[in-house]
């Protein structure tokens, strides 16, 4: 059988349950899943990299099949250096579909070797990202519906 590596990437300012479930769902289809946090993704971000890599690692733990990591430039050149073959993105609605239409042809263009898979949101994530979270928990209100504990007493400490 064939070691199946898909690359994870994303801002994950910070780690939602949303994030969760595509790795979660990832691992039913891959051997690994590589969860890519972009270097470039710390201007305006509440969390610097360093911390939010150390938020995934505390949840991912225990799980061999999955590893966190930090990438700088292009991601399709990241995928091949990693030998993985597969971005996986999660969608949630329509107005995710443009921007990530756009991503997936770039990244077709500049390598044809890597594929763009795409999992939908589950219903109970569908309206959840990162930054609705930050500005729930920035006005004092209650997140955790919505990310893990860890991640949830982080969110606390930075508005504290
Ligand atoms: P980016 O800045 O690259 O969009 P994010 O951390 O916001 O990084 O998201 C990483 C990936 O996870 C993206 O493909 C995004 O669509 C997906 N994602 C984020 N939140 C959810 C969610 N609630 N349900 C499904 N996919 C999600």
């Known amino acids: 059988m064939k070691n199946r590596i898909a690359i994870y990437p994303g801002s ?6 949303g994030h969760m479930d595509i790795i979660r769902r990832g ?5 690994r ?6 270097r470039n993704s710390e201007k305006n971000s509440l969390f ?13 733990a225990d799980n061999p099949q999955l590893e966190v990591v930090t990438f ?4 399709v050149d990241y995928v091949v250096s990693r030998q993985a073959g597969v971005i996986l993105r ?6 995710d579909f443009e921007y990530e ?5 770039m990244n077709r263009s500049i390598s044809q070797k890597v594929e763009t898979l795409f999992m939908m949101t589950s219903t109970q994530n569908g309206y959840l990202s990162s930054s609705i979270v930050k500005e729930v928990a920035s006005l004092g209100g209650d997140i955790n519906k919505f990310v893990p504990p860890q991640v949830a007493d982080a969110l606390r400490k930075k508005f504290a």
């Not at 700088?72 to 991601?75: A, E, I, K, W």
């Open 12 to 17: 994950f300012d910070p780690v939602t349950n």
């Open 27 to 31: 691992l039913e289809i891959f051997d």
């Open 33 to 38: 899943v590589i969860i890519a946090v972009a």
């Open 48 to 60: 610097c990299v360093q911390e939010r890599v150390g938020l995934i690692n505390l949840l991912i």
């Open 72 to 75: 700088d430039g292009l991601l």
């Open 90 to 95: 999660g969608l949630r609605a329509v107005s």
């Open 101 to 105: 239409f756009q991503l997936a042809q």
